[in-house]
């Protein structure tokens, strides 16, 4: 069964939402619903930032706190951020429809309070994740992430065009769907970094609107690394091709470590700038997590 479950920076419990939610076993019978099905977790107002929804995950299994009996964690995977924050209203209404017979709107917390963690329907699921990956699978946007004929398979793109009556499988499907993963990915990573090659500072944006630069995964995916932007970086195609082999890292300064002996001597110049620090994204909330370039930096050869 589908499910919501509320997380918020800066909260008391051990959440790694990308990996783990930490919860009080008062909300274990609604999370043992979600086991093997996906959710979507919503900021709460206590936050301090935006209420809505933000992101999906899949509950994998749930196991006990060694360190409070009274918790548990849910295992997460295929963590996958919205394009922008969903707010608990759509066009008709409220996404979650339980939410319709509150009677004033400053009585929504009062209504959620004690269900930071609840079940869903499968419509309510899918109006949520639609809205929440609007930008990713916006036609006009599938030269520019590459969900056009011209780079997505076929499979993938009788997916993305089958009729709206197939939604509950259609939306799972997509959720998995490694181009339309690949494709969430990339628009997080050249919005964050301007289109710019992070290593050499280069913008190139074709006459379609497509950027050259490259979306790299710093932890890559099949080692179980995730599609979060501060898990990648916007490279150039060359840049990209040394990153994935290792040829250079990233110290936790955010400066370059190059492989003299490995890089041709032609491409240096390429990184004169950069050793002390790479081009980063003006929020530093989207810098890449130094547990990733840690991660990446114990296979650089140097």
């Avoid at 360190?67 to 964690?73: G, K, N, P």
């Avoid at 599938?142 to 993938?156: K, M, N």
């Avoid at 990573?189 to 500072?201: L, M, S």
């Avoid at 490259?214 to 932890?219: C, L, N, V």
Wanted: aromatic share 8%; hydrophobic share 40%; glycine share 8%.
């Amino acid at each position: 069964m589908k499910g919501i479950f509320d997380a918020r920076p800066g909260s008391r419990y051990d959440d790694d939402i990308e990996t783990r939610y930490h919860f009080p076993n008062r909300y274990l019978n609604e999370v043992q619903k979600t086991v093997g099905d996906w959710i979507i977790y919503r900021a709460p107002r206590r936050g301090g930032g935006r209420i809505g929804y933000f992101a999906v995950a899949r509950v994998e299994r749930l196991d006990s706190d060694p360190a409070a009996a009274d918790h548990s964690y849910a295992r997460m995977a295929d963590f996958l951020p919205f394009d922008d924050i969903v707010p608990l209203e759509g066009a008709t209404g409220f996404y979650e429809r339980q939410l319709g017979f509150v009677a004033k709107k400053s009585l929504l917390g009062r209504t959620l309070q004690g269900k930071a963690a609840r079940t869903i329907s499968d419509l309510e699921f899918g109006d949520i994740v639609r809205a929440g990956l609007n930008e990713t699978l916006a036609p006009s946007n599938a030269v520019r992430l590459e969900l056009d004929p011209g780079h997505a398979d076929p499979a993938t793109l009788e997916l993305l065009n089958a009729p709206d009556e197939v939604q509950e499988r259609k939306i799972v499907q997509l959720l998995v769907n490694r181009k339309v993963r690949d494709a969430s990915f990339r628009r997080q990573i050249c919005d964050a970094y301007d289109n710019k090659c992070a290593i050499t500072g280069l913008r190139m944006v074709n006459g379609g609107g497509k950027a050259e630069v490259q979306a790299a995964h710093i932890w890559s995916v099949e080692d179980g690394g995730p599609d979060v932007v501060q898990n990648g970086l916007a490279l150039s195609a060359t840049v990209h091709w040394l990153f994935d082999r290792h040829l250079i890292s990233l110290t936790d300064d955010y400066g370059l470590l190059v492989s003299h002996n490995r890089v041709p001597s032609e491409l240096r110049p390429l990184f004169q700038d950069q050793l002390k620090r790479i081009h980063l994204p003006n929020s530093q909330a989207l810098w890449p997590r130094l547990r990733y370039i840690q991660r990446h930096r114990s296979d650089f050869v140097g």
